[in-house]
């Protein structure tokens, strides 16, 4: 605008950039099973260790992971010993320990909408992942935001914020051990 005055120009800007969070979730590696121990206590073979070390994470990301020791080594495994944090919010879905031979056909009906006697509603999986990716995404300062965390708890959370094409089921069962899954959020 030329010879004249921006009748905009004195007004405050009312406009915001939308800039999206990159979060990578990270399935744990393969754990040393021991049907002696609670599952939330096993921690990575040299499998697990070698599979962890075969994933390709950003530099720099800020890392954090469930409080399952599984899940914070195979983040400090895939990125050399890299600082991880843990949060409860990226625990496994909370469930009673018991050795079952159809653990896989109870935990794809679980992350398909059945509710076991004695395990965490999916709701409340959602809810305290929700309010952790929004803990961690604060202080990763815009970088990427990598959690290691379990394949129920991160498909529960895919599917209750519908980022997940498909049944649930399927999602869950297709993840490996390690797997990654990036999600752009807003």
């Known amino acids: 605008m030329s010879g004249g005055t921006d009748p905009r120009a004195s007004r405050p800007a009312r406009w915001a950039v939308a800039v999206a969070m990159r ?31 075969a994933l390709s994470l950003p530099p720099g990301a800020w890392l954090v992971a469930s409080t399952e020791p599984k899940a914070a080594e195979t983040l400090q495994v895939a ?19 018991e050795w079952r031979d159809d653990h896989r056909e109870r935990a794809r ?8 006697a004695g395990w965490e509603p999916r709701q409340q999986v959602a809810a305290r992942f929700t309010a952790a990716v929004a803990r961690h995404a604060a202080r990763a300062g815009g970088g990427p935001l990598v959690v290691g965390t379990h394949g129920m708890a991160l498909t529960t959370w895919l599917a209750a914020h519908q980022l997940i094409t ?21």
């Open 109 to 116: 009906a679980y992350v398909e909408g059945a509710t076991p």
């Open 23 to 53: 979060v990578i979730l990270v399935r744990h590696a393969m754990p040393e099973a021991d049907p002696a121990r609670p599952p939330h206590l096993w921690r990575l073979g040299a499998s697990g260790a070698a599979g962890a070390r």
């Open 79 to 97: 990125t050399a010993g890299g600082h991880v944090l843990e949060d409860a919010g990226f625990d496994e879905v909370r469930r009673p320990h």
């Open 166 to 186: 498909g049944p649930p089921g399927s999602f869950w069962a297709a993840l490996a051990f390690p797997d990654v899954v990036t999600v752009d959020l807003p």
